[in-house]
């Protein structure tokens, strides 16, 4: 994938281990990676190419997805409250119920997405494209949204304050056919990631057998036997 790995220019370690989640159909595992890290985590993954991924319920508060290609991805539920995806391509993605407070939309493409019942409080959208995207019940409340294109948008029980003009959106459907191709090689961050980890449990089985022979020989020198039954406890 030379032409988007020269556009990637986040961490690779965090795209390796979002792409293997997602890869096995497991969102956990990424979201356990993000827990262990703590509250400061803030994942790295500007100018990704995420496209058609399912990151249902994926932690990615304040994550940086900057000029990312998210376009026809699922992210039903998932966090991406003060994250940036300014110029990120979100055409026909599904964020449903997403949880959008105070995410950096600017110049964003959000043309037939789906973002009903998000809540997307203190949102930035400012000159993003909000055509033909479905709002119904979201929460777009003190959302900046200044020359944001709003034409043909579905807000019944939306909490906005944007006049929406009613217009066929027939010309924008064949730009979501954008992530009908077939999915990239990312078998190289993989790969990377395998050999990272199994250097972590060779430098980890190291470590303990040195613990053992340390213990062993401080013992000798004390005189200690080890007991020859386990007491009971």
Known sequence: MPDEKIKFRGNPHHLALLVEAVRK????????????????????LAGADLTGFSLGEAKLAGADLTDADLTGAVLIRANLSNARLRGCS?????LTSARLNHTDFTKADLSLAKMSNARA???????????GTILDGAD?????????EVTGTS??????????KVKSTSDKIL????????????????????????RKEMRQDREDKQAEADREQLD????????LFNRVK
């Open 155 to 164: 807000r019944s029980g939306a909490r906005m304050k944007v006049r929406v």
């Open 140 to 148: 777009l409340s003190r959302a900046s949204m200044k020359g944001a």
């Open 25 to 44: 159909g497991d969102i956990t595992l990424w979201n356990n990676y993000v827990r262990k890290n703590g509250s400061s985590f803030r994942a790295r």
């Open 121 to 131: 409080r203190g949102a930035i959208l400012i000159d993003a494209d909000l055509s």
């Open 90 to 94: 979100l055409i026909g993605a599904d």
């Open 220 to 227: 000798r020198k004390l005189g200690r036997r080890k007991p």
């Open 175 to 198: 730009r979501v056919n954008r992530f009908d191709r077939p999915s990239l090689d990312y078998s190289p961050w993989i790969k990377a990631l395998d050999e990272e980890t199994e």
